[in-house]
């Protein structure tokens, strides 16, 4: 009878390097037991004739390729993909260390005190998201530069009406001739002067840092601002304000999609009750949506990277090389452009900088208590990979994933699906390609057998390039361009076979 691979068994036994002996099953249906001494209890007159035909059913065993044969569990434990195999070109790659930075002057940014004060209200809190327009820090004005313009301001504000009501009042005398018309004149130069007086105190409070809004809300309310509310500046640099009875307090937002114009609140610099000078930076801002790959590159480099660079070659970048339960695994990044190389090289050591844009990717977003929203981003600022460059074309082969090929010393294998001997799937009835019999004596031996869902077994080829991620095999070999293979997991069936073969051959009996 054929011999049965469970891989759900076999599997674990490779990771933890047992012997997968223990683990192997062998089918064998004997009504007779043997006791230490090799003594055959139940002698009976047919013993001899059964043992001839249970050898007779493993003698195609000893002929049989090793072979895996898989559960339908152990297949989804190890994430099993079959794939056709593809012919086609391969360009081999140079990796060239690289690292994620800020993009200068878009992905950093201060928030800074507009006026001299002393900071009332902090709601900035470091590591939530900042949205435009979002108010974080109120700031009581104690610049007294500040103060006598807002009361220069409605000073005029103040005659400026005083004006209007006069021209009102002498508008039907003027008409009647009661009064002189130059008196009316006199007051209508006046008023001209006061507009243009408020435009100018006006400008003079946004030039000393008081928000543009919160002028306008000072002109309606004829009020004098107290304190200034800092927010988050837009896209276009601006910072809009409300009126200071706004409370600062955080906004019930949903997760929405991430804005170039959203920043993440890096660093908190102030505190409640710290006094202020105008310019001071209030906390750090970072916007992580664009950034940059900087590539060291040596000087032989630099012809191959300005070429790349001139015809906008595509290029891969790889983040992580790690190994988990299936294999190594890494992030790669395509259609990558280098936008320029530096003209000049890096402090202390002989390396160029080559500058390559990154478009940041929003792999989660949370919802605190308060209702602020945190982000966790695919690429973070100091984070190292590899960038491949281009290099040598290798054409007429057959490229395959690094996880679909075994490599072992000098020999290499791919799994493909298992082919029966016709003769030996003659013997067995209702397509039973497994080695179970039907018989009713083996109901109970046969609940030990899971289902078989697969068999593969191991294909030789020659390696011609290998790398990280791709496997490169010689085409012209048994292995055929529209061929079934394993795609992933080439290694570990690779344990299995060897497992199999230490196992060795002869009979071994169910433990229940």
Same mark, same amino acid.
């Given at each position: 009878?054929?011999?049965?691979?469970?891989?759900?068994?076999?599997?674990?036994?490779?990771?933890?390097?047992?012997? #997968?002996?223990?683990?192997?099953?062998?089918?064998?249906?004997?009504?007779?037991?043997?006791?230490?001494?090799?003594?055959?209890?139940?002698?009976?007159?047919?013993?001899?004739?059964?043992?001839?035909?249970?050898?007779?059913?493993?003698?195609?065993?000893?002929?049989?390729?090793?072979?895996?044969?898989?559960?339908?569990?152990? !297949?989804?434990?190890?994430?099993?993909?079959?794939?056709?195999?593809?012919?086609?070109?391969?360009?081999?790659?140079?990796?060239?260390?690289?690292?994620?930075?800020?993009?200068?002057?878009?992905?950093?940014?201060?928030?800074?005190?507009?006026?001299?004060?002393?900071?009332?209200?902090?709601?900035?809190?470091?590591?939530?998201?900042?949205?435009?327009?979002?108010?974080?820090?109120?700031?009581?004005?104690?610049?007294?530069?500040?103060?006598?313009?807002?009361? +220069?301001?409605?000073?005029?504000?103040?005659?400026?009406?005083?004006?209007?009501?006069?021209?009102?009042?002498?508008?039907?005398?003027?008409?009647?001739?009661?009064?002189?018309?130059?008196?009316?004149?006199?007051?209508?130069?006046?008023?001209?002067?006061?507009?243009?007086?408020?435009?100018?105190?006006?400008?003079?409070?946004?030039?000393?840092?008081?928000?543009?809004?919160?002028?306008?809300?000072?002109?309606?309310?004829?009020?004098?601002?107290?304190?200034?509310?800092?927010?988050?500046?837009?896209?276009?640099?601006?910072?809009?304000?409300?009126?200071?009875?706004?409370?600062?307090?955080?906004?019930?937002?949903?997760?929405?999609?991430?804005?170039?114009?959203?920043?993440?609140?890096?660093?908190?610099?102030?505190?409640?009750?710290?006094?202020?000078?105008?310019?001071?930076?209030?906390?750090?801002?970072?916007?992580?949506?664009?950034?940059?790959?900087?590539?060291?590159?040596?000087?032989?480099?630099?012809?191959?990277?300005?070429?790349?660079?001139?015809?906008?070659?595509?290029?891969?970048?790889?983040?992580?090389?790690?190994?988990?339960?299936?294999?190594?695994?890494?992030?790669?990044?395509?259609?990558?452009?280098?936008?320029?190389? #530096?003209?000049?090289?890096?402090?202390?050591?002989?390396?160029?900088?080559?500058?390559?844009?990154?478009?940041?990717?929003?792999?989660?977003?949370?919802?605190?208590?308060?209702?602020?929203?945190?982000?966790?981003?695919?690429?973070?600022?100091?984070?190292?990979?590899?960038?491949?460059?281009?290099?040598?074309?290798?054409?007429?082969?057959?490229?395959?994933?690094?996880?679909?090929?075994?490599?072992?010393? #000098?020999?290499?294998?791919?799994?493909?699906?298992?082919?029966?001997?016709?003769?030996?799937?003659?013997?067995?009835?209702?397509?039973?390609?497994?080695?179970?019999? !039907?018989?009713?004596?083996?109901?109970?031996?046969?609940?030990?057998?899971?289902?078989?869902?697969?068999?593969?077994?191991?294909?030789?080829?020659?390696?011609?390039?290998?790398?990280?991620?791709?496997?490169?095999?010689?085409?012209?070999?048994?292995?055929?361009?529209?061929?079934?293979?394993?795609?992933? +997991?080439?290694?570990?069936?690779?344990?299995?076979?060897?497992? #199999?073969?230490?196992?060795?051959?002869?009979?071994?009996?169910?433990?229940?």
């Amino acid at each position: 009878m054929q011999r049965a691979l469970t891989l759900s068994l076999l599997v674990v036994a490779a990771f933890l390097g047992y012997s #997968a002996r223990g683990w192997l099953e062998h089918a064998q249906h004997d009504h007779h037991d043997e006791d230490p001494h090799g003594v055959m209890h139940g002698g009976d007159d047919s013993h001899d004739d059964h043992e001839d035909d249970h050898d007779g059913d493993h003698g195609h065993d000893e002929d049989e390729d090793p072979h895996v044969a898989l559960t339908e569990e152990a !297949a989804r434990t190890l994430g099993l993909r079959l794939g056709t195999v593809q012919g086609g070109d391969y360009r081999k790659t140079t990796p060239i260390p690289s690292e994620v930075v800020e993009f200068p002057g878009v992905s950093a940014y201060k928030l800074a005190a507009p006026v001299n004060g002393v900071v009332t209200t902090v709601a900035a809190e470091p590591g939530a998201v900042a949205v435009p327009g979002e108010p974080l820090f109120e700031v009581q004005i104690t610049d007294e530069r500040v103060l006598d313009a807002q009361l +220069a301001l409605l000073e005029a504000l103040t005659r400026l009406e005083i004006v209007d009501e006069e021209l009102q009042r002498l508008r039907p005398l003027a008409e009647s001739g009661a009064v002189s018309g130059r008196q009316r004149r006199d007051l209508q130069y006046e008023r001209r002067e006061l507009i243009t007086t408020l435009g100018l105190r006006r400008d003079e409070l946004i030039v000393r840092g008081l928000p543009e809004a919160q002028v306008a809300t000072l002109v309606d309310a004829k009020r004098l601002l107290r304190s200034v509310t800092v927010r988050v500046p837009t896209g276009d640099g601006k910072a809009p304000a409300a009126a200071p009875e706004t409370p600062i307090v955080p906004a019930s937002w949903t997760p929405r999609a991430a804005s170039p114009d959203d920043f993440s609140i890096e660093r908190l610099l102030v505190e409640p009750g710290q006094t202020v000078r105008r310019g001071q930076a209030l906390c750090d801002l970072a916007s992580h949506t664009e950034l940059y790959l900087r590539v060291k590159a040596f000087e032989r480099d630099v012809p191959l990277l300005a070429r790349l660079a001139d015809t906008k070659t595509p290029l891969s970048a790889e983040f992580g090389h790690n190994l988990d339960a299936h294999g190594p695994t890494s992030s790669v990044v395509e259609g990558l452009q280098i936008r320029y190389v #530096a003209n000049h090289v890096l402090p202390g050591s002989k390396a160029y900088a080559c500058f390559i844009p990154l478009r940041n990717e929003l792999l989660h977003e949370s919802i605190g208590a308060t209702g602020r929203r945190y982000r966790t981003w695919r690429f973070a600022v100091g984070q190292r990979g590899h960038v491949l460059l281009p290099t040598t074309l290798i054409d007429g082969h057959l490229p395959l994933p690094a996880e679909a090929v075994a490599v072992e010393g #000098a020999n290499a294998f791919v799994f493909v699906p298992h082919e029966h001997d016709d003769e030996h799937g003659d013997e067995h009835e209702d397509g039973d390609h497994y080695g179970h019999h !039907a018989g009713a004596e083996d109901d109970e031996d046969h609940e030990d057998h899971e289902e078989v869902f697969l068999e593969l077994e191991p294909l030789s080829v020659a390696v011609v390039h290998r790398d990280r991620r791709t496997v490169v095999v010689a085409s012209g070999g048994e292995l055929q361009p529209g061929d079934t293979i394993a795609m992933n +997991a080439a290694y570990q069936l690779h344990l299995a076979v060897q497992a #199999a073969a230490d196992g060795g051959g002869g009979h071994h009996h169910h433990h229940h």
